[in-house]
């Protein structure tokens, strides 16, 4: 078997081991974006993001769920009831919550993902270019803000080895998660992650 070592191969694997379980995301992500579109919309936002960010919507740009469908059971997600989100719609986003995050934090922020409870995943951002950033996990509350991953091939990485192993599964065409098998399965391939150490020991 071909060693996975690229962004776009393991987004490629999962959504692959999602199709074969007959779960298809693939009909519901739109096609992926050019480089000159996407610095295009980016150029709407203050600050840099990383280069995965690229090559992230270059793969696709987010999932839409067609009208009329309930996109509680429609297969719009990339884990349990985490939304991918078209880069129009994170930028809108990323940057109305720009003065509301600051209040809060002291980063600023690109969201990428939103789940169902409406926390936003995404990555901090900076005055400059980079290959990479840590994935940041912000709860709706305000008050926490959290490193998950150190970039966004190592949170898809942890992803599709918790597909595999049974720590996300369907079950009557519906993604879950065994959270407890998630946390260690996450600690494992990130141990550098001081946030995946709490979590495995309840202190998160």
Partial sequence: MKKIVTLTQYLDEIINWLAKREYLLKDYLQHGLTELEIHHLLNKFPFQVSHEVIELYQWRNGVTAPSGTNSAFAPIYLSSYL???PLQSALEISISGLDELSGFYD??????????GQDLVGIPTQSVFSSTLPVVEINNDGYGANIIFSSIAKMMETLLVCFQEGAVFLQEGILHSDYEKYGRIALQINPEIEYWHKYVKGEI
């Fill in 107 to 116: 980063i600023d922020f690109f969201c990428i993902f939103v789940s169902l």
């Fill in 83 to 85: 939304e991918f989100m």
